[in-house]
């Protein structure tokens, strides 16, 4: 959901690794050299209509199954569709911000610009941030997959709604547990991401699929669907909060921005401007599309998973339900590198190891790094059953990733600057704290509800 491809897929024929690299999540114990401008040209580069691809691809994703739930949560459509567009006004000037600072610093991946502008410590912080938004996603991963088989396999076998678990090859813990030894975690071992590539065009014409079925099924929709109570206005100012960890985690892709960036044939910032808003609103239609449909058909029914909320024999949903299986299957083991990375990174500074040392162990580490990722995040999925759980946990990170993180290298960048400062300069460093200090605040008030709920959850249990 949040890196759904390699940048160097779109390179063209030109390039001699094109898609061989996933430098965006590259471990520091691989030295690169950052493409400079001339070599971009000469290499082709990526194009402003690719860019915008790539943006749009790292952006969708099986997020868009939880914004029907998050309209219902705002307390309508009108309150679900203002609350996109005030945090889409931060989400694409936080990717702008993230080239610009990408500049300053001459850095090319999301943590080695925070690292630079903001120093090590806060470095350290985000490089943990992204392994732990990136453990949660997997994690959320294998639960749509639960969620989607367990359909699937009503519709294939004809049994009734709820009943699969009858049979024990049939039980959601063990079709997870199968698609996950089978297909994830063989695709999780590879050093290199490059053969996704293919995979990973499939999984955005799924997401376009899933939005195409919700809207048609709400124009035209079945006898047996019948919405709920269908509220217009929010219940509490707390409600909306809660609905914005989802719509973060939708339309997160910023830690991948900055590598696109850097790829692009002519590095810009206006032309970046540029690639984001018309990449952003893609999104925007998409995921109103889907959460503005899915939530008047079902109203205060719908699911935290749009699609369980369809019954299991419809064939156009079934598709729509494979679909996401194979969008998910190929999206884990990109989100498992990119955590994986990271994780390599923080290790080999700890461990102060050298290069040469550092290659010729890397693939025991790596397979005993991917083995561990595998099965804590299979074994968490299995005991957490609800997706809306784990989203408003590692929702709350993602605006960490698009607000404050990009706020806090906005104020290094131009504290840093020796010009005189003029009216615009405390303009943009106010509109820093501003950032900063939304982003901290949805962090804060919806990680803390979260742990509540689950707390209140566990408590009624008992």
Request: charge should be neutral; charged fraction near 10%; hydrophobic fraction near 50%.
């Amino acid at each position: 959901m949040a890196i759904n491809s390699s940048v160097g897929d779109w390179v063209e024929a030109g390039s001699e690794d094109a898609g061989e690299r996933a430098w965006l999540l590259q471990s520091p114990s691989v030295e690169s050299v950052r493409p400079s401008g001339s070599d971009r040209e000469g290499r082709g580069g990526v194009s402003a209509m690719a860019a915008v691809f790539i943006v749009v691809n790292a952006a969708l994703g099986a997020g868009l199954l939880n914004f029907p739930a998050a309209f219902n949560m705002a307390g309508g459509v009108t309150a679900g569709v203002v609350l996109q567009m005030f945090m889409l006004i931060f989400i694409i000037s936080g990717l702008v911000i993230l080239a610009y600072c990408s500049q300053v610093s001459n850095e090319g991946t999301y943590q080695e610009v925070v690292r630079a502008s903001c120093g090590k410590v806060t470095g350290v912080i985000c490089e943990v941030a992204i392994a732990v938004y990136t453990f949660g996603t997997c994690i959320a991963f294998f639960i749509v997959i639960g969620d989607q088989l367990d359909r699937l396999i009503a519709a294939i076998t004809h049994l009734p709604d709820g009943a699969v678990g009858g049979h024990w090859y049939l039980d959601r813990k063990f079709t997870i547990c199968v698609i996950g030894i089978l297909v994830i975690l063989p695709l999780s071992i590879p050093k290199e991401i490059g053969f996704q590539k293919y995979a990973s065009a499939l999984s955005v014409i799924g997401t376009w699929y899933v939005t195409i079925v919700i809207v048609l099924k709400y124009v035209w929709p079945d006898k047996e669907m019948t919405p709920g109570y269908i509220p217009t206005s929010p219940s509490s100012w707390s409600a909306v909060l809660n609905a914005m960890p989802t719509i973060c985690f939708g339309f997160q892709c910023h830690v991948s921005s900055v590598p696109v960036f850097n790829t692009m044939r002519s590095s810009e910032i206006r032309s970046w401007g540029v690639v984001v808003t018309v990449g952003m609103i893609i999104c925007l239609f998409v995921y109103t599309g889907t959460g503005v449909c899915g939530f008047l058909t079902f109203g205060a029914n719908v699911s935290q998973d749009i699609l369980m909320s369809y019954p299991p024999n419809d064939i156009a949903v079934a598709i729509a339900r494979a679909f996401i299986v194979v969008c998910v299957v190929t999206s884990y083991p990109i989100l498992h590198f990119c955590g994986r990375a990271v994780l390599e990174g923080l290790w080999l500074r700890f461990q102060g190891e050298q290069v040469e040392v550092c290659v010729r162990r890397e693939g025991r580490r790596r397979l005993l790094q991917t083995l561990v990722w595998f099965t804590l995040t299979l074994i968490l999925a299995l005991f957490i059953p609800d997706i809306g759980r784990v989203i408003s946990l590692i929702g709350g990170l993602a605006a960490c990733f698009i607000f404050v993180f990009p706020g806090l290298c906005l104020i290094q960048a131009k504290l840093s600057e020796t010009e005189v400062r003029t009216t615009s300069w405390y303009a943009i460093v106010v509109y820093g704290v501003v950032m900063v200090t939304i982003g901290a605040f949805i962090f804060g008030q919806t990680t803390t509800n979260s742990i509540y709920q689950d707390v209140i959850h566990h408590l009624n249990r008992q």
